[in-house]
Nanobody, 122 residues
Framework: QLQLVESGGGLVQAGGSLRLSCAASGRTFSNYTVGWFRQAPGKEREFVGAFNWSGYTFYADSMRGRFTVSRDSAKNTVYLQMNRLEPADTAVYYC????????????????WGPGTQVTVSS
């Protein structure tokens, strides 16, 4: 059974950078698309970006250019590099996995980590 755990969240000042990690256990990511989502209090869960099993990345329009998804196959870990962070980026960030080749919708992801808090101060 695929299990996911996020790490790397914390407090960062606006304009700074942070890298989140999503470590998999039980199975590898080789046959999954791994996506990143975020959810702030009172808001819908929002797609950030994803890395599919063929090595393609895709992003929400609002995230493109600041956020980058990558993978380290040897460590079975997917990363979310976040640059030029803004207070509006404050949210719980989740990684999730799906067998779909392409998906930017949360209901299509069947495996989720518990999330990691990212707080961006002004």
């Amino acid at each position: 059974q695929l299990q996911l755990v996020e790490s790397g969240g914390g407090l960062v000042q606006a304009g700074g950078s942070l890298r989140l990690s999503c470590a998999a256990s039980g199975r590898t990511f080789s046959n999954y698309t791994v996506g990143w989502f975020r959810q702030a209090p009172g808001k819908e869960r929002e797609f950030v970006g994803a890395f599919n099993w063929s090595g393609y990345t895709f992003y929400a329009d609002s995230m493109r250019g600041r956020f980058t998804v990558s993978r380290d196959s040897a460590k079975n870990t997917v990363y979310l590099q976040m640059n030029r962070l803004e207070p509006a980026d404050t949210a719980v960030y989740y990684c999730a996995a799906t067998r779909n080749f392409y998906s930017d919708r949360a209901p299509w992801y069947g495996y989720w980590g518990p999330g990691t808090q990212v707080t961006v101060s002004s």
